[in-house]
């Protein structure tokens, strides 16, 4: 019977140290979710008003002004995937690869992907589809200047004709218990019912009625502020996509521990009922030899 308890504080020990690294694990993630949303929240309003900018300008100027509103004839897509670096994060890497693979079957263009978190290589490894770059991503980004190279190629890319569409793939964040996967089209700009819209933005709205008046003239304005807008869409895609994997890594981690609690109380009850039955099983034997002896 000793040997029955010992087997059974072994495995309590280690459910309870790996309990402690979750539960570091879930403080660590919920510290960098509250940096994570407070740059989001405060991009949004920017964000938003920016994209219906956009939206404005590609409706209401002429697609030959600027190349960002060309579209192309051809089918050639570049999809800008945006995943995390590491794993433990639930299902966030899965279910938004999954809503990519679907969305490139559905539209069975030539596509090629871009990646941003090293976890969004599972579409080149286990689906096949090509990877034109794979830019390092930063757990925490609260700056513009760290997504501009990422921009900087998209922009070149769609200019130079290498790609006829861009799509952005990235996790919008809803709050802490709901990040759902979020495709749209980000070049060329023009108004269309695929467009998404950042969370909480009024876009969905028609456009009013703005006369723009360009100065000095329509080819300067537009030259240097749709780079710069396309540029505030890929960042704001980027703080979504970070707040919802520290959310999802502090839930994940939230659920292993209190799994590893259930695990060693559960343990704890067997090893209470193997050392009541060793003690009971002494003293019966005790009992027993007692009233040998007395006879």
Avoid at 178 to 201: A, F
Avoid at 268 to 282: C, K, M
Wanted: glycine share 4%.
């Amino acid at each position: 019977m000793p040997s029955a308890t010992r087997e059974i504080r072994r495995p309590i020990r280690s459910i309870s140290n790996t309990r402690k690294v979750t539960k570091a694990m879930e403080l660590v993630a919920s510290a960098k979710m509250r940096r994570a949303m407070q740059a989001m929240l405060a991009s949004r309003p920017y964000a938003s008003r920016a994209w219906d900018l956009l939206r404005n300008l590609a409706l209401r100027t002429d697609p030959q002004a600027h190349s960002l509103l060309r579209r192309g004839g051809g089918q050639r897509l570049g999809l800008v995937l945006i995943s995390s670096n590491r794993g433990l994060v639930g299902g966030f890497n899965a279910q938004l690869i999954t809503a990519v693979v679907e969305y490139l079957k559905r539209r069975s263009a030539e596509a090629a992907v871009v990646l941003f978190g090293k976890k969004g290589r599972t579409i080149v490894t286990k689906y096949g589809y090509p990877a034109v770059a794979d830019f390092a991503k930063l757990d925490v980004i609260t700056n513009l200047e760290e997504v501009r190279p990422l921009a900087k190629m998209v922009i070149a890319d769609f200019q130079s004709g290498k790609f006829d569409r861009i799509v952005l793939a990235y996790t919008d964040f809803v709050s802490t218990l709901i990040q759902k996967p979020n495709i749209r089209e980000l070049l060329p700009l023009e108004e269309s019912h695929d467009l998404g819209t950042v969370r909480g933005s009024p876009s969905n709205t028609v456009p009013r009625d703005f006369e723009y008046i360009f100065e000095p003239d329509p080819d300067v304005v537009l030259e240097a502020l749709l780079p710069r807008l396309v540029e505030m869409q890929l960042y704001q895609a980027v703080l979504e996509s970070n707040a919802s994997e520290h959310a999802s890594r502090m839930v994940a981690m939230r659920n292993a521990s209190d799994a590893a609690l259930d695990l060693i109380d559960n343990l704890t009850l067997s090893y209470n009922q193997a050392r009541q039955a060793g003690i009971t099983q002494d003293l019966a034997e005790i009992s027993a030899s007692r009233t040998a002896l007395e006879a």
